[in-house]
Nanobody
Framework: QVQLVESGGGLVQPGGSLRLSCTAS????????MGWYHQAPGKERELVAR???????YVKDSVKGRFTVSRDNTKNTVYLQMNSLKPEDTGVYLC??????????WGKGIQVTVSS
């Protein structure tokens, strides 16, 4: 079993910043992909950013320039640095890790609320 535990969420004012972390533990060999999804209230889950083990990264167009994804393979941890936060960034952020076909894991999610 693989466990993903997110941290770093909370309440922040518009324009503020948060840094989310997600650490994987348990039984796995190599996590090829680690990333973040966003589920806004009443909406479908959407991919925000992901990073490959070798360092290549993808960030959704609508958050480019504000969000940065990175990972530390030695710690099995992926980060999401979120700057210039907007109310529409509010929602649950879920960590996802992929070890290969059929081996996808999810965290429980962490709440981010952007409000004045």
């Amino acid at each position: 079993q693989v466990q993903l535990v997110e941290s770093g969420g909370g309440l922040v004012q518009p324009g503020g910043s948060l840094r989310l972390s997600c650490t994987a533990s348990g039984s796995f060999q190599r996590l090829n992909v680690m990333g973040w999804y966003h589920q806004a209230p009443g909406k479908e889950r959407e991919l925000v950013a992901r990073t490959l083990r070798g360092g290549a990264a993808y960030v959704k167009d609508s958050v480019k320039g504000r969000f940065t994804v990175s990972r530390d393979n030695t710690k099995n941890t992926v980060y999401l640095q979120m700057n210039s936060l907007k109310p529409e960034d509010t929602g649950v952020y879920l960590c996802e890790a992929d070890e290969g076909p059929g081996y996808q894991y999810w965290g429980k999610g962490i709440q981010v609320t952007v409000s004045s």
